[in-house]
């Protein structure tokens, strides 16, 4: 009896020290370009209604070297609240088959680089989503899960709650210079059972999953869930995204200081400088769309370029620079590093992207703004979703959200 609980209380305990969090994340050098969006807006956010018509769209492109189309399947994992695969079984939260084909494919078209252009298209005739949550959309190779290609989050939401706020300067002198405070209240029509335990808030700036809060109301009137905080909501709001235009290899944008073609068109940036001062520019939050104004389909008639960036620093800084965004997957990936010549007091870096339009910024992996400065004015988008944890099932739910914005 006491073996068998040991052995219990093991597997509980060390499971859930293991529990790997899973985020957005290409694991083949050759996929490039990967993002999910709702089909017909391609500047989109990659969250579904439950119930409803909308169908959600992965793409990304494979540069293999011999441009041949590979054997390609995926798959959904569902995620508590922290993007830890959650206990509920496949067949608890889809309705459908496990393993699907990737066998939506395009050639690219009159580019320099030659690749394969592959999209999904979800729910489908063989995918219909039973359960609201956090999800993963897995792409893996030769029916095998361990082979993986390529994982993207997206999010499920059954609206049971409105959820409604403002984003403003903080309410405390200390961090009104550099911080945005959001506000706002959860309003259910039903009772919800043990709030204080059971919901938690996630707030998150411009889909980037590293800034996220989560947040239990802090007072509750019948229905309504206030989380009017003075500090726990505090955000620091950056500065608005630099960006670069590659959509045109005979035209050099703003920002761009030469084009030129040798195997591959090339983009020589502007150089950078570490920004002191709050800097308006009309960014798209972070985020890209891939265009080339000489073709027709962008898809498969966009080009890969090479874009060097250059950010002028007389010292090196104690951290690790990064070029930040939906670029990178809003991740610190190395492929993203920015490398220091003291010789020249330049930080650099040169990307291979897809024609398109481009928001980007220099961050460390500790976030705190320290080359692109953080300014209350800046203008940002805030995301909240609601969780519900259904103690039945053992699962968290989302019942709503919300974008908000301070401009």
Partial sequence: MFKHFFLLFFTFFFGRISAQILQNKIFADSIKTAYIHLKGDKLSYPILRLGTNDILVLEFDDLNMNNSVSDYQYTFIHCNKNWEPSELTFDQYIDGFEENYVDNYKFSFNTLTNYVHYSVQFPNDNIKFLKSGNYIILIYKDGDTSQKILQMRFIVVEPLVEVKGTVHIPSLSLYRNNYQEVDFEVD????????????????????????VKYLKPRFIQGNNLIYDYEKENLFLGYNQFRYFITKNTNFIAPHTQKIKLNDKYEFILETDYPMTKYFFNNDINGRFYIRNERGFNDETEADYVLVHFFLLSPIKYNEDIYIYGALSLWQFDKRFKMHYDPKSGYYYTTLLLKQGVYNYSYRTPKNTGIIDGSFSETKNQYFIFVYYYDNALNYDKVIGYTVLKNF
């Fill in 188 to 211: 259910s029509k039903t009772p919800l059972t043990n709030p204080l335990e059971y919901v938690d808030a996630a707030v998150l700036q411009n889909w980037d999953w590293n800034t």
